[in-house]
């Protein structure tokens, strides 16, 4: 199973598209089309490059720019498929639209749930038992061999 978070989530997808054994894949507050979220040369400075080596703010955001339907996990989540997809997103996330979860829902082919939390922040900072409970319920329903 995979799991992630934000552009973790992006990854996840992505990665496990590609990858058949991978059994379940869980996102949260995941980027599912970087076409449709736009990220300044100064996001890019204040989020991502202070931890990146020996790329600039400019690069990144040239790099993100640049970014097609291989890299975009709405373009690639219907390869999971008969896999396990779990997408739990908040209606109040201030950095990713919750429309890129629904967006990514409508476009992944079953088995997929997406659970929506009405006021969590990107993080679920002060929703974290809401977080938990959903993945561990999601979790315990799973008919997964062990290893999955």
């Known amino acids: 199973m ?3 978070h934000s552009l973790g989530g992006w990854a996840a997808v992505l990665a496990s598209a590609g990858d058949p ?3 379940a894949v869980v996102v949260y ?3 599912s089309d970087p ?3 736009p990220f300044t040369a100064a996001d890019a400075a204040e989020e991502f490059t202070p931890w990146l080596r020996g790329i600039t703010p400019e690069e990144f955001q040239t790099q993100w720019q640049a970014l097609d339907a291989a890299y975009a996990p709405v373009e690639q989540v219907a390869r999971l ?3 396990l997809l779990l997408i ?3 209606r109040a996330d201030e950095v990713v639209p919750v429309e890129q ?6 476009r992944a082919g079953d088995p997929r749930q997406l659970l929506i939390h009405p006021e969590a ?6 929703h974290r038992p809401w977080l938990r409970s959903h993945l561990l319920d999601w979790l315990q329903g799973l008919d997964l061999p062990a290893g999955g």
Not at 121 to 126: L, M, T
Request: proline share 3%; hydrophobic share 55%.
């Open 35 to 37: 076409r449709t979220l």
């Open 29 to 31: 507050g995941a980027v």
């Open 81 to 83: 498929a008969p896999r």
């Open 121 to 126: 922040n990107h993080a679920f900072a002060w």
């Open 101 to 106: 979860a629904e967006a990514l829902f409508a």
């Open 2 to 4: 995979v799991v992630g």
């Open 21 to 23: 054994r991978v059994r």
């Open 88 to 90: 739990l997103h908040s």
